[in-house]
């Protein structure tokens, strides 16, 4: 190829990059792709002048290599302006151009292959994104087995200086530049793989990959540091339901070190009151809380594990996947992981210690989670919060405790209720009076337990342990009412059928308020008789429900003959009541509980 050739081909590939680079951000809304379709017309002219070169050559030369990285950039611009199948084919195209393992065309041939993986997994077609993207994988692998010569950073393809077929190879700035590009590469395709196999049903090779793809981003010296926390925050959680802590603990404590020095760069930056800034120090902050929310997460699901190893005496966690330990070997993260066990806790102070370090991360996400910003997610972690105290309260074997445990529940949930509007917040209130509900029955059903353990001593009931009792009753009916309440329509009517996602939650508390008013204790008799009434009607309403609705029959399948049961015995209780009534009764001495 002449120079003159080659000079033109250069400034026309200069100015290709430079629109897709630096302009094509900066473009209008109502022209988004005004910059790529213009980089696109002179990769075209590019294209016809190697082409027409090419035809006149009877090998592959600097114009064969320089015609897959063109086509490459042109199936790249084709897919991000909406054009798929016009990109597939030309990403095709740029496979085909060249061997993939020259260090010329190696680094087309990946983009091209990483391109095509993305082009058929935003089709849906998993399977074949796969294919590609595992092609991508043996390319680099075969190259770095096989091939000892640097690989050629694609703009350096084009420089003028370069003589027909050289190749770049040595220690020199382009050689380097060439070296981190293909590992660059390989790192991506890593990454996109993790998200194909968990797309095709193979979560446990998802998490290698995902893994694999951040220790890589530890030993490359760009990566985006908040985004790589979040990550590493993420991964944990997919270990947790497999009870793998160690692993979960380790990710967690990467993301914070990450994080930790991340925050030491924005302190040390020269401008803190740049936009810029500003929006990094927001962003830190937020990928923060979120991180938080993570340590809080494994704290409660290890209390929650530990609890049912204990229920049942299982001996050890189930085996873990084929994943094993995971490490980062570029991290010492002794410190950090120290601050909470990978193991499950056996007793209350053990299991104390996961709790304490779980709530300071909770009170962490709280700082940046405020109702007032972030009202949303400010209740979810207030009601993680609760559920902290919940797998906590387990291990405490004494009574009274457990009641304060269950108050600090309802006094982190119910002022929520005042602050949130039903017309926005409707599906977030639901489940707050749904949990408030259980709380409250909860609590009751502990006084019960600790006056029967007084019955035991001799202490009979007392007004006031029967008054307290009654009031938590009441509030958990409360509450399971204003649920019920949000379901029905401006005249008061449940719909034919509830959503399917709704039908356990409302026949369950249906079989609350069954339990709650059969359980109040009245001295009257009159009231008494209109509890166990109404403890009838909502043990019928799940009966009728269930007759009616299979699903619903489905949905209490363990309930619902405690359900027919209950209905057919209350009803001689309602007998024995209206018989004292009808004798002139208008107490009863039965208050035991």
Not at 408 to 436: C, F, G, H, K, S
Request: aromatic letters at 8%; glycine letters at 4%.
């Amino acid at each position: 190829m002449d120079a003159e050739t080659q000079a033109s081909i250069y400034e026309k590939f200069q100015k290709a990059m430079h629109l897709l680079e630096v302009e094509s951000p900066k473009d209008p809304e109502e022209e988004p792709y005004k910059s790529k379709y213009a980089a696109r017309d002179l990769l075209n002219e590019i294209k016809f002048q190697l082409e027409r070169h090419i035809e006149q050559s009877d090998v592959i030369t600097e114009a064969g290599h320089q015609l897959a990285a063109v086509l490459f950039y042109l199936g790249y611009i084709s897919v991000e302006t909406d054009e798929p199948s016009a990109g597939e084919q030309l990403l095709e195209e740029a496979v085909r151009a060249a061997p993939a393992l020259g260090p010329c065309t190696v680094l087309s041939t990946l983009n091209a292959l990483n391109q095509l993986g993305l082009v058929w997994s935003r089709r849906g077609e998993h399977n074949r994104s796969q294919h590609y993207l595992q092609t991508a994988e043996t390319v680099y692998q075969k190259y770095k087995e096989q091939v000892t010569l640097k690989p050629v950073d694609l703009p350096d393809l084009f420089r003028p200086s370069r003589s027909d077929g050289e190749e770049k190879t040595d220690d020199s700035k382009e050689g380097r530049s060439g070296l981190t590009k293909l590992e660059e590469l390989h790192t991506l395709t890593l990454y996109y793989l993790a998200q194909a196999f968990n797309n095709v049903g193979e979560p446990v090779k998802a998490a290698l990959y995902c893994h694999n793809t951040l220790s890589r981003q530890l030993d490359s010296s760009s990566f985006d540091r908040v985004e790589w926390a979040l990550n590493s925050a993420t991964l944990s959680q997919f270990y947790l339901p497999k009870q793998m802590f160690r692993n979960a603990r380790h990710h967690l404590a990467a993301a914070i070190q990450v994080l930790n020095q991340y925050s030491e760069e924005l302190d040390a930056a020269p401008d803190k009151t740049s936009e810029q800034h500003l929006a990094n120090v927001e962003r830190f902050r937020h990928r923060e809380a979120d991180v938080a929310r993570c340590w809080a997460k494994l704290g409660q699901v290890l209390l929650q594990c530990s609890a049912e190893r204990l229920v049942t005496s299982s001996p050890s966690p189930p085996a873990e996947p084929s994943t094993g330990q995971l490490f980062f070997r570029q991290l010492e993260l002794g410190d950090l992981e120290k601050q909470m066990t990978d193991t499950p806790v056996r007793d209350f102070e053990e299991a104390r210690k996961v709790f304490l370090c779980a709530q300071r991360w909770i009170q962490k996400a709280k700082q940046y989670y405020t109702l007032e910003e972030h009202a949303s997610d400010h209740v979810e972690v207030v009601r993680e919060h609760s559920q902290l105290f919940k797998a906590l309260i387990f291990f405490e074997s004494d009574l009274d405790r457990q009641c304060k445990m269950y108050k600090r529940r309802v006094d982190l949930l119910e002022p929520l209720l005042a602050e949130l509007n039903p017309t926005y917040y409707l599906m977030v209130i639901r489940q707050l009076q749904y949990e408030l509900a259980e709380i409250y029955s909860d609590i009751a059903q502990c006084k019960v337990e600790l006056q029967r353990d007084r019955d035991k001593r001799g202490q009979h009931v007392t007004a006031h342990v029967v008054q307290k009792i009654n009031h938590l009753a009441h509030q958990s009916i409360k509450y399971f009412d204003l649920f019920l309440n949000t379901l029905k329509d401006s005249e008061g009517h449940y719909p034919d059928k509830f959503e399917e996602d709704l039908t356990r939650p409302v026949l369950i508390a249906y079989f609350h308020l069954g339990h709650l008013y059969n359980r109040l204790m009245e001295i009257e008799l009159k009231p008494k008789l209109a509890n166990v009434q109404k403890s009838i009607a909502a043990y019928q309403f799940i009966i009728d429900y269930c007759d009616r609705v299979p699903l619903g029959a489905e949905k209490m399948a363990e309930e619902l003959s405690a359900c027919r049961e209950m209905a057919r015995l209350l009803p001689t209780k309602m007998d024995r009541i209206r018989n004292a009534i009808n004798d002139g009764g208008t107490v009863t001495t039965d208050l035991t509980v």
